[in-house]
T-cell receptor
Framework: GENVEQHPSTLSVQEGDSAVIKCTYS??????FPWYKQELGKRPQLIID?????GEKKDQRIAVTLNKTAKHFSLHITETQPEDSAVYFC????????????FGTGTQLKVEL | NAGVTQTPKFRILKIGQSMTLQCTQD?????MYWYRQDPGMGLKLIYY???????DKGEVPNGYNVSRSTTEDFPLRLELAAPSQTSVYFC?????????????FGPGTRLTVL
């Protein structure tokens, strides 16, 4: 089955700096890669996703890049703000075939003033 | 649409008691999932369902049971509660067949077993 590794487990940045979280996956057939943000005491919420036919996707301050050859994908947050502080999870799935998202172990991002 | 709803929000059980965590979605999604999240940890899949009448085990199914009699509902049953089942439980749903793959989570149920 799929295995997703996520690094780093904790990340501390100064407000305004950029943050990068990286994930690698094992199943080359996986074709959908979402990122979730979970604030303390809240449910995980989808913030951005990317499909295997696209190399990069941006949405305002957040972007995701995918390298299918190396089987890794990354979340980039620019101009970080205190409200970006949360736990971020990456995930991978083969849609239409496998039915289960495989999640990474999470990254605790702390944006310091 | 209300999305994915869960009840109760909080519950305290005594060891050996049983309870059912309710999950309902109004998006006509085929796939539904139950996860548990221990403090400071990631999400572990307990059970999932690909449609009414079909369920399968996830990573940590021991001590739990599920049923899927309708598309909308996917209850999780704890038969003999143990302290190790103290956790936050999230239900999630995903996709119509051939449709978007986005997975939506419910608000969670915080369970404490004493």
């Amino acid at each position: 089955g799929e295995n997703v590794e996520q690094h780093p487990s904790t990340l501390s940045v100064q407000e305004g700096d950029s943050a990068v979280i990286k994930c690698t996956y094992s199943d080359s057939a996986s074709n959908y890669f979402p990122w979730y943000k979970q604030e303390l005491g809240k449910r995980p919420q989808l913030i951005i996703d990317i499909r295997s036919n696209v190399g990069e996707k941006k949405d305002q301050r957040i972007a995701v890049t995918l390298n299918k050859t190396a089987k890794h994908f990354s979340l980039h947050i620019t101009e970080t703000q205190p409200e970006d502080s949360a736990v971020y999870f990456c995930a991978a799935i083969l849609t239409g075939g496998g039915n289960k998202l495989t999640f990474g172990t999470g990254t605790q991002l702390k944006v310091e003033l | 649409n209300a999305g994915v709803t869960q009840t109760p929000k909080f519950r305290i059980l005594k060891i050996g008691q049983s309870m059912t965590l309710q999950c309902t979605q109004d998006m006509n999604h085929n796939y539904m999932y139950w996860y548990r999240q221990d403090p400071g940890m990631g999400l572990k899949l307990i059970y999932y369902s690909v449609g009414a009448g079909i369920t399968d085990k996830g990573e940590v199914p021991n001590g739990y049971n599920v049923s899927r009699s309708t598309t909308e509902d996917f209850p999780l049953r704890l038969e003999l509660a143990a302290p190790s089942q103290t956790s936050v439980y999230f239900c999630a749903s995903r996709g119509l067949a051939g449709g978007p793959d986005t997975q939506y989570f419910g608000p969670g149920t915080r369970l404490t077993v004493l």
